[in-house]
């Protein structure tokens, strides 16, 4: 499939991380270590510090494993509600380069990207699908932290979308939709 052949897919369902060791990398390095991103504003204040505390103590416990799952729950629901109502958020087609014929080199789409930036929220979420036989599978997140939780929610969003059109231009990507407003 060629890049400007691929289909723009919502996230209709809450998408989870492609693993349990990756979800629990991120809630320590965005939830437990990452005090500045001000995760209480979204998750139980007294649940994240009972789980910074059996963290600094080598333990993952209850309150570590409430954590855990209420920050993979809250990203997954935020992430289908903005694609549901067509807001704050970009799809995006990863590629690469068939060089087979030489002479006539062509892009085949890998990957459909969407980042999301709830202003509220003031999150910046990162979602995957793969491309495999022409279709494109279940999104798996990569990833959601709060880049500048003391922004007004404005200037969240300002900001967003300025990022993800850097971060667009870096990567080999090409935008398939842009959903605003």
């Known amino acids: 499939m060629k890049p400007e052949e ?37 998750i139980d204040g007294k649940l994240v510090l009972e789980a ?6 080598g333990r993952k416990e209850s309150a570590f494993d409430r954590v855990v799952l209420e920050y993979e729950k809250i990203v997954s629901r935020l ?9 704050a958020h ?13 002479a006539n080199p062509s892009k085949k789409a890998v990957q459909q990207v969407v980042e999301a930036w709830p202003e509220h929220e003031k999150l910046f979420i990162v979602a995957t ?11 798996r997140l990569l ?7 003391q922004l007004s929610a404005r200037a969240h969003q300002r900001k967003a ?8 231009a870096l990567y080999q990507r090409c935008v398939l939709a842009v959903h605003e407003q």
């Open 161 to 168: 979308r300025e990022w993800v059109r850097i971060r667009t």
């Open 90 to 102: 970009q799809h995006s087609c990863r590629f690469t380069w068939d060089l087979s014929d030489i």
């Open 79 to 87: 992430l289908v509600d903005l694609c549901t109502r067509q807001r």
């Open 52 to 57: 910074r505390d059996e963290f600094r103590k």
């Open 143 to 149: 990833t959601a932290f709060r880049p500048w939780p």
């Open 129 to 139: 699908a793969s491309v495999k036989d022409e279709r494109i599978r279940s999104y």
């Open 6 to 42: 691929m289909p723009i897919v919502e996230v209709v369902r809450p998408p989870k991380f492609a693993s349990k060791s990756r979800l629990i990398q991120h809630v320590i390095k965005h939830v437990i270590r990452g005090r500045d991103e001000r995760w209480h504003h979204l």
